[in-house]
């Protein structure tokens, strides 16, 4: 069986090699396109083995266009040699307890073609290190139905996949086999730690003063002591996922 995984960048460190790590534990290629990064994210990906990079522009936030295109049309590459495709964000990982690639087998023996995974918000205190699996260190999270996304099928099957914007919904055409997930989990990796979310929130504050497209940055606008307390809110509610 064949995964490949598409995924599309802008100034991903440093959470970078912890994702690209994680995600080719399961993944036999990734295929990103870089939006302009300056933070070494380009020559990381790079220099990674069974990683290929491409490129594009927009002018503003990438959300809704060209990313919302490019989701939906780069995967139909993979359709002679793959046997399933994921579309995944740069800080998102998908998981299962018996393992991801035993979970799809099973699906595409029985005749899925579409998975949602079940969206799960990771939640910590500290942000992980180097030489320690991410999911010992990141083992807890709250669940997130915006992160449950339709973004699991098999290109074969799938003629198209007209995923709408941030992924949440989908018009999929073709032999569409649906299935909704509750055991295979999309992970989210945004909340590591208060001093490394903040300084995606500040990067993304910066990146929003010139860009048209500003709805894509609400979240964002929200002051710091209100984003502190959804944080420190998620911290006590959070669960253990990982067994």
Same mark, same amino acid.
């Given at each position: 069986?064949? *995964?490949?995984?598409?995924?599309?960048?802008?100034?991903?460190?440093? &959470?970078? $090699?912890?994702?690209?790590?994680?995600?080719? =534990?399961?993944?036999?290629? *990734?295929?990103? &396109?870089? #939006?302009?990064?300056?933070?070494?994210?380009?020559?990381?990906?790079?220099?990674?083995?069974?990683?290929?990079?491409?490129? &594009?522009?927009?002018?503003?936030?990438?959300?809704?266009?060209?990313?919302?295109?490019?989701? #939906?049309?780069?995967?139909?590459?993979?359709?002679?040699?793959?046997?399933?495709?994921?579309?995944?964000?740069?800080?998102?990982?998908?998981?299962? $307890?018996? =393992?991801?690639?035993?979970?799809?087998?099973? @699906?595409?023996?029985? =005749?899925?073609?579409? *998975?949602?995974?079940?969206?799960?918000?990771?939640?910590?205190?500290?942000?992980?290190? @180097?030489?320690?699996?991410?999911?010992?260190?990141?083992?807890? =999270?709250?669940?997130?139905?915006?992160?449950?996304? $339709?973004?699991?099928?098999? $290109?074969?099957?799938?003629?198209?996949?007209?995923?709408?914007?941030?992924?949440?919904?989908?018009?999929?055409?073709?032999? *569409?086999?649906?299935?909704?997930?509750?055991?295979?989990?999309?992970?989210?990796?945004?909340?590591?730690?208060?001093?490394?979310?903040?300084?995606?929130?500040?990067?993304?504050?910066?990146?929003?003063?010139?860009?048209? #497209?500003?709805?894509?940055?609400?979240?964002? !606008?929200?002051?710091?002591?209100?984003?502190?307390?959804?944080?420190?809110? @998620?911290?006590? #509610? !959070?669960?253990?996922?990982?067994?």
């Amino acid at each position: 069986m064949v *995964i490949h995984l598409y995924t599309f960048t802008y100034n991903e460190m440093p &959470f970078l $090699p912890f994702w690209l790590d994680y995600n080719l =534990g399961w993944a036999d290629r *990734i295929t990103a &396109f870089d #939006n302009g990064s300056t933070d070494g994210t380009v020559e990381l990906l790079a220099s990674t083995p069974r990683v290929t990079v491409g490129t &594009f522009t927009s002018e503003g936030h990438p959300e809704p266009e060209p990313l919302r295109t490019l989701r #939906n049309s780069v995967w139909k590459a993979s359709r002679e040699t793959a046997d399933w495709v994921v579309l995944l964000d740069s800080d998102e990982g998908l998981y299962h $307890p018996a =393992g991801v690639r035993t979970y799809l087998e099973n @699906m595409q023996a029985r =005749g899925v073609t579409l *998975i949602r995974p079940c969206g799960c918000e990771v939640v910590s205190e500290f942000f992980p290190v @180097m030489g320690r699996p991410l999911l010992e260190q990141l083992d807890r =999270g709250v669940p997130a139905g915006d992160y449950s996304k $339709p973004v699991v099928f098999r $290109p074969g099957a799938v003629r198209d996949i007209n995923l709408t914007v941030g992924c949440l919904t989908h018009e999929a055409k073709g032999d *569409i086999r649906y299935r909704n997930s509750s055991v295979l989990m999309l992970l989210h990796f945004k909340r590591l730690g208060w001093d490394h979310y903040m300084f995606r929130v500040k990067q993304s504050r910066e990146r929003a003063k010139t860009q048209p #497209n500003k709805r894509a940055f609400g979240h964002f !606008s929200r002051t710091d002591e209100e984003l502190r307390a959804e944080f420190e809110g @998620m911290l006590h #509610n !959070s669960m253990a996922f990982y067994p």
